[in-house]
């Protein structure tokens, strides 16, 4: 069946489309026995106003995009509940976007997003992402932009963030204070400013208590996966036989060194303590548990869409948007991977 339209309505009612409009609209100036016949005819035949008209009249598409650089990691799993669970209040679809840490990829996404003319976008950058023109581009022509996550510092739009490098020190500190004195650091990618701050907040960690730092011990990775923490886990176990802790920089990564330490029989947390950052739920459920760096996904899904929210009202009454940067607070979760 076709949708029932305005007309439709007119036409069984014997009055104008406009009154119509206005009847459902709840306008003074049609009567309330009006006003009450074209809801309740409305109602029978289960009109519907058409959004693409609505949209065109309001200059809203009522959509926003979401580009994240993979779906089946806990963290941004996590990150999209907390952003839908906000934008379903205010009547937002999300459209969500996963770029697969391509730089190629990211952009023809949000050429993609542009053309369908969603509202506004929240974005964590993919890993091969060194230059931000695509995005400043899309800035510059009026589109409001929030980054999460994994940002670009020089970008001058919102972000929510946490501070990746005091996380990574208070995980370090953790080792060392649980009596570590040879650790090891699984970084990560190169490029990605979480990863270089959680790099720094590590080495930070060594030199202020005066410990030495080893370039020889920072293993470097691009793909973020179990089997990435099994390969490093067996290259510690034959270059560096003197390493007793070890900072990952993403759960699933330190789950794959757990099992690959397990299955050679290295006693964690006596032979070699392990922390890594996220808190996936995992975490809790691998043997021994894990301890982690909880970064709260939900939590920065929500301000990413509230902050996004707010500088589409600001762009709707023609005000400036002014950037903001949203910290949030990260904490150690201690569990059996180290010493106590």
């Given at each position: 069946?076709?949708?029932?339209?305005?007309?439709?309505?007119?036409e069984t009612l014997g009055i104008s489309i406009t009154t119509?409009?206005?009847?459902?609209?709840?306008?003074?100036?049609?009567?309330?026995?009006?006003?009450?016949?074209?809801?309740?005819?409305?109602?029978?035949?289960?009109?519907?106003?058409?959004?693409?008209?609505?949209?065109?009249?309001?200059?809203?598409?009522?959509?926003?995009?979401?580009?994240?650089?993979?779906?089946?990691?806990?963290?941004?799993?996590?990150?999209?509940?907390?952003?839908?669970?906000?934008?379903?209040?205010?009547?937002?679809?999300?459209?969500?976007?996963?770029?697969?840490?391509?730089?190629?990829?990211?952009?023809?996404?949000?050429?993609?997003?542009?053309?369908?003319?969603?509202?506004?976008?929240?974005?964590?950058?993919?890993?091969?992402?060194?230059?931000?023109?695509?995005?400043?581009?899309?800035?510059?022509?009026?589109?409001?932009?929030?980054?999460?996550?994994?940002?670009?510092?020089?970008?001058?739009?919102?972000?929510?963030?946490?501070?990746?490098?005091?996380?990574?020190?208070?995980?370090?500190?953790?080792?060392?204070?649980?009596?570590?004195?040879?650790?090891?650091?699984?970084?990560?990618?190169?490029?990605?400013?979480?990863?270089?701050?959680?790099?720094?907040?590590?080495?930070?960690?060594?030199?202020?208590?005066?410990?030495?730092?080893?370039?020889?011990?920072?293993?470097?990775?691009?793909?973020?996966?179990?089997?990435?923490?099994?390969?490093?886990?067996?290259?510690?176990?034959?270059?560096?036989?003197?390493?007793?802790?070890?900072?990952?920089?993403?759960?699933?990564?330190?789950?794959?060194?757990?099992?690959?330490?397990?299955?050679?029989?290295?006693?964690?947390?006596?032979?070699?303590?392990?922390?890594?950052?996220?808190?996936?739920?995992?975490?809790?459920?691998?043997?021994?548990?894990?301890?982690?760096?909880?970064?709260?996904?939900?939590?920065?899904?929500?301000?990413?869409?509230?902050?996004?929210?707010?500088?589409?009202?600001?762009?709707?009454?023609?005000?400036?948007?002014?950037?903001?940067?949203?910290?949030?607070?990260?904490?150690?979760?201690k569990r059996n991977s180290t010493r106590f």
């Amino acid at each position: 069946m076709k949708p029932v339209t305005l007309k439709d309505i007119a036409e069984t009612l014997g009055i104008s489309i406009t009154t119509v409009s206005k009847a459902l609209k709840g306008y003074p100036d049609v009567s309330k026995k009006t006003r009450a016949l074209v809801k309740e005819l409305s109602e029978t035949l289960n009109y519907k106003p058409n959004a693409f008209a609505v949209n065109l009249r309001t200059e809203e598409s009522k959509t926003i995009g979401l580009i994240i650089p993979e779906i089946v990691h806990h963290f941004f799993s996590s990150v999209i509940k907390g952003i839908i669970s906000q934008a379903e209040k205010k009547g937002y679809l999300v459209i969500i976007l996963q770029s697969n840490e391509s730089y190629a990829l990211e952009k023809k996404q949000l050429d993609l997003l542009m053309n369908k003319r969603v509202d506004g976008i929240l974005i964590s950058l993919a890993n091969g992402t060194a230059d931000f023109k695509h995005i400043t581009d899309i800035m510059d022509q009026g589109k409001p932009i929030v980054m999460f996550d994994k940002i670009a510092k020089i970008v001058k739009c919102s972000k929510v963030i946490i501070d990746d490098r005091k996380a990574a020190y208070t995980a370090t500190q953790h080792l060392i204070d649980t009596g570590c004195k040879r650790i090891a650091h699984f970084r990560g990618p190169l490029l990605p400013q979480n990863s270089i701050d959680r790099f720094l907040g590590y080495k930070k960690a060594l030199l202020d208590n005066n410990m030495t730092y080893d370039p020889s011990l920072v293993y470097i990775f691009d793909d973020m996966t179990f089997e990435v923490g099994e390969m490093f886990a067996r290259k510690i176990l034959s270059e560096h036989t003197d390493v007793d802790g070890i900072f990952v920089n993403t759960d699933l990564v330190a789950i794959g060194a757990i099992t690959e330490f397990n299955r050679q029989d290295i006693k964690i947390p006596e032979d070699i303590s392990i922390v890594g950052f996220s808190n996936w739920f995992m975490s809790s459920a691998i043997t021994p548990s894990l301890t982690t760096i909880n970064q709260p996904g939900f939590e920065m899904g929500k301000m990413a869409f509230k902050q996004l929210y707010k500088e589409l009202k600001a762009k709707k009454k023609k005000k400036d948007i002014v950037p903001k940067i949203i910290e949030l607070e990260t904490k150690l979760v201690k569990r059996n991977s180290t010493r106590f």
